[in-house]
């Protein structure tokens, strides 16, 4: 009976050295948080908010990029107006397509006091992506005064368009050593628009001498920018494009990527 006392004893104490490393380390779920404050889009004949969302299953949303964070752990989000209080409880911040007044009849621009929250986030370790769009599709006033931040910009320019199914107007080869590309030989990118680059900043990809994907480290935390939505569920998988196209397995590799960066706060 003694022995199982004692035994019993450093079990208990162990199970409580384990959860105290748990708690200490802070071990849980990365939270991933969508913006629906800058593109608020609503449905026309539903009159609820759609394009470029978890919950649009649509060619228009993004439900398949939001599986591809829960089945690697994340948790899925949807933000309104950022602030310090709401940028605190997440780990990664993708903003897509804000909206112009051809799409919101009022649109909510990135004022100083959002830019100010959501740079002071990402110098303390957040992990923000861009998927701008082209011109005239995407508000870049305001967006770039938050780019402007991090030494990008986007130019009002549409890059690589596609007439029809033309699919291969849209395409991008030849890629460099980078963790977005590994595995991936081919992606499409349908009108976007190009990056300048100052500081810090540096291309993921350029295609003759216009920088369409970009990255900065900025303090603890990283910046991603791409000129279009991308990889929206309508251009992630091949209900449409050719199965030479691989934006599903670039998708997963800039899920890892994000999601790596959340590990280094």
């Known amino acids: 009976m003694e022995k199982q006392r004692i035994l019993k004893g450093h079990l208990i104490f162990m199970l409580l050295v384990i959860f105290g490393f748990i708690a200490q380390n802070g071990i849980s779920q990365p939270v991933v948080g969508l913006d629906n404050w800058y593109n608020r889009e609503t449905n026309a004949k539903t009159g609820k908010p759609f394009h470029y969302l978890w919950t649009d299953t649509e060619f228009s949303g993004y439900s398949r990029w939001g599986e591809i964070f829960t089945g690697r752990g994340a948790t899925l989000t949807t933000l309104g107006r950022p602030d310090a209080s709401v940028l605190s409880k997440i780990d990664v911040y993708i903003i897509v397509d804000p909206d112009t007044t051809t799409e919101t009849p009022k649109p909510n621009y990135l004022v100083p006091e959002d830019i100010k929250a959501i740079k002071q986030w990402v110098k303390k370790g957040g992990v923000l992506a861009i998927l701008a769009n082209d ?40 890629f460099p050593d980078h963790p977005l590309f590994k595995g991936v030989t081919k992606i499409y990118i349908k009108e976007v628009s190009d990056i300048n680059l100052s500081g810090k900043a540096k291309a993921i990809l350029t295609e003759n001498g216009k920088v369409l994907i970009a990255e900065n480290k900025y303090g603890k935390g990283y910046v991603f920018a791409i000129g279009d939505p991308w990889i929206y569920n309508e251009y992630i998988d091949h209900d449409r494009l050719p199965e030479s196209f691989e934006n599903r397995k670039a998708a997963e590799n800039l899920t890892d990527l994000l999601l790596g960066f959340t590990k280094k706060k």
């Open 135 to 174: 011109a005239p599709n995407c508000e870049f006033t305001h967006l770039n005064m938050l780019m402007s931040q991090f030494g990008m910009t986007f130019n009002h320019v549409t890059l690589h368009p596609v007439t029809g199914t033309n699919f291969e107007m849209g395409a991008s080869k030849n």
